[in-house]
Nanobody, 122 residues
């Protein structure tokens, strides 16, 4: 089970830190990722991290603003989001991938959280 938290309403240029708590799976064996889905849009890749946190990859529109990290001792994934923009408004989902390096592809993920809502106002 993956449970996201940390979403909310924030003004543009503000920051939020999302968390994803994992249970019932060997968290350290999975690459992890964050995706987001804006209203009326498809779910899109945001960032991924390998199981040992040695590799990370970001989609271009969040590079330099978002940071993905993980704490395997706490079975928790994080997404630090800075300089938020209104276009970052979406439901954010964490997911666990069988790929040890993580993945940008939706099909590589086996487990998904229920999502947490992020709303960025002007």
């Amino acid at each position: 089970q993956l449970v996201e938290s940390g979403g909310g309403l924030v003004q543009a240029e503000g920051s939020l830190r999302l968390s994803c708590a994992a249970s019932g799976l060997a968290f350290g064996n999975y690459g992890m990722g964050w995706f987001r889905q804006a209203p009326g849009a498809e779910r899109k890749f945001v960032a991924t991290i390998g199981r040992s946190a040695g590799t990370t990859y970001y989609v271009d529109f969040v590079k330099g603003r978002f940071t993905i990290s993980r704490d395997n001792a706490k079975n928790t994934l994080y997404l630090q989001m800075n300089s938020l923009k209104p276009e970052d408004t979406a439901v954010y989902y964490c997911a666990a991938s069988r790929s040890s390096l993580g993945s940008r592809w939706y099909k590589d993920y086996d487990y998904w959280g229920q999502g947490t809502v992020v709303t960025v106002s002007q």
